[in-house]
């Protein structure tokens, strides 16, 4: 089945415990990316990556780290989480940038 | 920085309505719009992507329309049924990917 998978699907951490979410896709998509969504703010865009070792800023790029070093996996690196990190989390890939897009489950990620 | 808005953000019908969601967009530059829906405590489900060079597209009872000069895309649902209830989101590509905060519809039995 053609899907985009993340884990952990939840997550409770704390204050500066470095933490990655993983995504991989099994849809052979060269463009993979990340977002964040928010009440009242909406999905907002992270990081993206139009293919291996080539990524790009987002909107809201800042606390955020990611490595694309195979085609399949997209991984999202929080070196040091705080509280307002705290969010629910979709990785999505596609056929490129002007492609169609499918999401992830999302990973829900809370920061004490 | 690109704006996408979303009008209404809740529509509550009954059922077998036909009904329009709107997303509004600030720059005609846009590579394609496309519209998802999530339900509660999911992802988000593709429904149709429309690239700019196209006016509209269909997929089953849905239809989407852009128009880039006026800033502007629908989406609409024919003969809407409670299984439609869901939050609907549009995403514009300026090169990058910018969404609406979206229309949460509800469809009563």
């Known amino acids: 089945e053609a899907q985009v998978t993340q884990n952990p699907r939840y997550l409770i951490t704390v204050t500066g415990k470095k933490l990655t979410v993983t995504c991989s896709q099994n849809m052979n998509h060269e463009y993979m990316s990340w977002y964040r969504q928010d009440p009242g703010l909406g999905l907002r865009q992270i990081y993206y990556?139009?293919?291996?070792?080539?990524?790009d800023k987002g909107d809201v790029p800042e606390g955020y780290k990611v490595s694309r070093k195979e085609k399949r996996n997209f991984p999202l690196i929080l070196e040091s989480p705080s509280p307002n990190q705290t969010s629910l989390y979709f990785c999505a890939s596609g056929t490129g940038r002007y492609g169609e897009q499918f999401f992830g489950p999302g990973t829900r990620l809370t920061v004490l | 920085k690109q704006e996408v808005t979303q009008i209404p953000a809740a529509l509550s019908v009954p059922e077998g309505e036909n009904l329009v969601l709107n997303c509004s967009f600030t720059?005609?530059?846009?590579?394609?719009l496309q519209w998802f829906r999530q339900d509660p405590g999911k992802g988000l489900t593709s429904l149709l992507l429309?690239?700019?060079?196209?006016r509209e597209q269909t997929s089953g009872r849905l239809n989407a329309s852009l128009d880039k000069s006026s800033g502007r895309s629908t989406l609409y649902i024919a003969a809407s049924q409670p299984g439609d209830s869901a939050t609907y989101l549009c995403?514009?590509?300026?090169?990058?990917?910018?969404f609406g905060s979206g229309t949460k519809l509800n469809v009563k039995p």
């Open positions: 995403a514009a590509n300026f090169n990058k990917f910018y």
């Open positions: 990556s139009m293919n291996v070792e080539v990524t």
């Open positions: 429309i690239q700019s060079s196209q």
């Open positions: 720059d005609s530059a846009i590579y394609n």
